[in-house]
């Protein structure tokens, strides 16, 4: 099982989701960056359950410990350990799913792989262990933020309601006023109300993230097997539920013709236009990079449906316990936390920006 992310800024991460913690070592980070632990934390709480009525009930603090690497209050360039503890596992709402087959889970799959699985809440499958993404890719963050170079992610879509104006006019300081991480709040209200009707059903929906990318410098990425919106589309299919990506117009540029797909050259090496999302010849531009992640509907609902158990029978199953109806809300900063490590990583790959 490969547990490693990142060239030179490599996340290595462990734990299970009822485990006794989350955790990860973070090799590669500068040394004398600050390290600002509330900033760290903050980005945890906006990943942590039980935020708000569109989220799962399961009340953890995720409270996180830094353990090594860090010396006065910066980074020693060691290697930076760190562990979230898991306080609130509801492991006996999952008994009755030890020899079944979750549908649309990694049940089957690690089953069949592994030959034994943790059926308690997905174990390494669950989508609590993103906290050890989050966690690095703050540290990231606070890299780039020397560099000038921020990352905002935002839903755009929730089930058939879609921001489908250009992010530029956006205000990015409202999406964290709404628990939908909208920057629309009439949008944001509309898809709250989706998912409060959809979870009384028992059911779940799908939707997605949008993020932009400013400052990047000009020339970050490689032009063939590395290419930087490759680096980022490998980094977020990674994400549990992650299930599309795409880069500038993405799929909507198979009905353009080159003429009004181009991104023609203006004064100043800029370009008067960003179809391709900032990134050319796998290569960055120096625009903004902006993309989009699509999520499929969260697998677990309080819905009776048809499985089978360990040994192929055909059966009916209705689990219990405290599920998100929407993932997308609480994966923004998963997203973004992704985008930082991808983007410092090949910095420091290219080493075209002193630090």
Known sequence: MRNT???????????????????GVVDGMPAGVEIDLDFIQAELNRRRPGQSRVSTSRDESDRVELLSGIFEGKSTGCPIGFIV??????????????DLFRPSHADFTYQ???GLRDHRGGGRSSARVTIARVVAGALAKLVLRRL???IQAYTSQVGDIVLDSDYKLFDFTLTETNPLRCPDPEKARQ??????????????VGGAISCVIKGCPVGIGEPEFDKLHARLGYAMLGINAAKGFEIGDGFSSAFQRGSAANDLFDEGFTTKTNHCGGVQGGISNGQDI?????????????????????QGNTTTMQVHGRHDPCVVPRAVPIVEAMAAMVVLDQILLQKTVKL
């Open 148 to 150: 000038g170079i921020t």
């Open 290 to 310: 902006f993309f989009r992640v699509a999520f499929k509907p969260v697998a677990t609902i309080l819905q009776p449906q048809q499985t089978v158990d360990i």
């Open 5 to 23: 992310f990142g060239h030179i800024f490599r996340l290595t991460s462990f734990g299970e989701s009822h485990g006794d913690a989350i955790g």
């Open 191 to 204: 898809m709250e109300d989706l998912i409060t009707k959809i979870k009384a059903e028992g059911d779940s």
């Open 112 to 114: 069949r792989k592994y």
């Open 85 to 98: 503890r898991n306080e609130n596992q509801h492991s006996a709402d999952y008994d009755a799913l030890r």
